[in-house]
């Protein structure tokens, strides 16, 4: 889902806090609702679903601890929404904060807010991954690993090296296609490591711009920059004791990187605008769609980081190679969708079992998802056929993906760039946006392959 399509709630009794966030979101979100009264939520969930849910810690009463927050975060969950809970925090509260997040919330946000990072917070919230996230979090009841279903040998030649290495402190580079599940492959390592009751805590690294990136990371100190108001602690030391996962980490910059790489050689941060280290103790998990030949080029990643961050790597098969698995989530996705609109789960025709398994996505498991929860909203019988799963087309994988898989890479990589540079109408820019690689990273590969 995109965030223009999204309904939020935001539950706070500030008014000014209503306002400011109302004002900033409602250009970019379909429908915004602002509750001063937590007392209210139950009923507002009970008319409708709200995609995400934006929920102080604190609100006035006799006692105001941030318990009243973590109250209605475990109501909602009662209710069973699907939304993604996102808690507005105080510095003050950063520990209760982070044990929002073990009982079901999908993040926080500490006041004052920078606006970018509020944005993309929750635009991962209403993505797929996002939504898997949340739904997955150990607090809430519910096991990454359920999550995980697989039978397909590739799938548990995964599995097994995952519970082989999650017990330990190893740190781990997941690697697999976008759509695969490596998220829920690291919710599943923490929730089987000795450090399952501390804190997981998530960073898309690759969505932090250079000026935010030391910032979120390692945090900063008041007046360090114009917007720094108070000191802040980063998701190093949200995460202390616990689990920190690094998203799309071959996406950040070889300057990113050396600043990465002394945290992790020295087990310590230090804020923007502080000189004082402060001592952290996390186990690392990283993933990335960057295949590991690629990461070895020493012109896009430092090998001293690889070292550090690939004790041991986990990959994660790509849903083509996963043979009958297609149909164990298809219908589990069906009872998934058909329970959250309110419906019989229909079975799946033979035609439609046919073109399931016949099909190479190119988009994985989230290409799937979506497939199916569009064939349950627009299902009018108890039985899905053929006609009715309608894969995406926004997938830019081209069909011949199934065909060549990992035999041919270099052809299919030169093909993909060819064509989205056409697409970009020329435009390198654009192109390496598109082809989620930097300017350079698309220069090196238009001299390889002589284009």
């Excluded at 949340?134 to 990454?144: C, D, E, F, V």
């Amino acid at each position: 889902m995109q965030l223009k399509n999204a309904s939020i709630l935001v539950v706070d009794d500030d008014t000014d806090v209503l306002t400011a966030v109302r004002l900033l979101l409602k250009p970019h979100v379909k429908e915004i609702i602002p509750e001063k009264n937590p007392e209210h939520i139950r009923s507002l969930l009970q008319q409708r679903a709200f995609d995400v849910i934006l929920l102080d810690m604190n609100f006035a009463s006799s006692i105001n601890t941030g318990n009243e927050g973590l109250y209605w975060l475990r109501k909602i969950k009662e209710l069973k929404s699907e939304a993604a809970v996102i808690m507005i925090t105080a510095y003050g509260d950063i520990d209760l904060a982070i044990r929002s997040l073990k009982e079901g919330a999908y993040d926080f946000v500490v006041k004052p807010w920078h606006n970018e990072k509020l944005m993309t917070t929750l635009q991962e919230a209403v993505s797929p991954k996002g939504k898997s996230a949340g739904s997955a979090a150990a607090g809430n009841g519910q096991s990454a690993t359920s999550e995980l279903l697989g039978e397909s040998e590739a799938m548990q030649d995964t599995l097994y090296k995952m519970r082989k290495v999650a017990p330990t402190d190893a740190n781990i580079l997941i690697l697999g296609e976008n759509g695969t599940g490596k998220e829920l492959i690291a919710k599943a390592i923490h929730q089987h490591s000795l450090r399952a009751d501390k804190p997981f805590v998530k960073v898309d690294v690759g969505a932090l711009t250079e000026s935010l990136f030391e910032s979120e990371l390692f945090g900063h100190k008041k007046g360090a920059f114009t917007d720094a108001r108070e000191d802040r602690p980063g998701r190093f030391e949200a995460a202390n004791g616990g689990t920190i996962f690094l998203d799309e980490i071959g996406n950040i910059s070889l300057q990113q990187q050396s600043k990465l790489l002394s945290v992790l050689q020295n087990r310590q941060v230090i804020r923007v605008g502080a000189n004082e280290p402060i001592p952290v103790d996390v186990r690392l998990l990283c993933a990335t769609n960057v295949s590991l030949a690629d990461l070895a080029n020493e012109a896009r990643f430092r090998k001293d980081l690889i070292y550090r961050i690939n004790t041991v790597e986990l990959m994660v098969p790509p849903l083509r190679r996963r043979g009958k698995d297609v149909l164990l989530l298809a219908n589990h996705f069906i009872e998934v969708y058909a329970s959250k609109y309110m419906k019989a789960a229909p079975e799946l025709s033979k035609a439609a079992v046919d073109k399931l398994v016949g099909y190479h996505y190119p988009g994985n498991v989230r290409e799937l998802q979506y497939a199916i929860e569009r064939a349950v909203i627009m299902a009018d019988d108890h039985v899905l056929d053929a006609r009715d799963i309608i894969f995406s087309p926004i997938e830019s994988a081209p069909a011949e993906a199934a065909l060549l898989q990992e035999t041919n890479l270099e052809e299919l990589e030169k093909a993909t760039i060819l064509r989205v540079i056409e697409k970009s109408g020329g435009n390198l820019s654009k192109a390496a946006k598109e082809l989620g690689i930097t300017r350079t990273a698309l220069y090196r590969r238009l001299s390889k392959y002589d284009l």
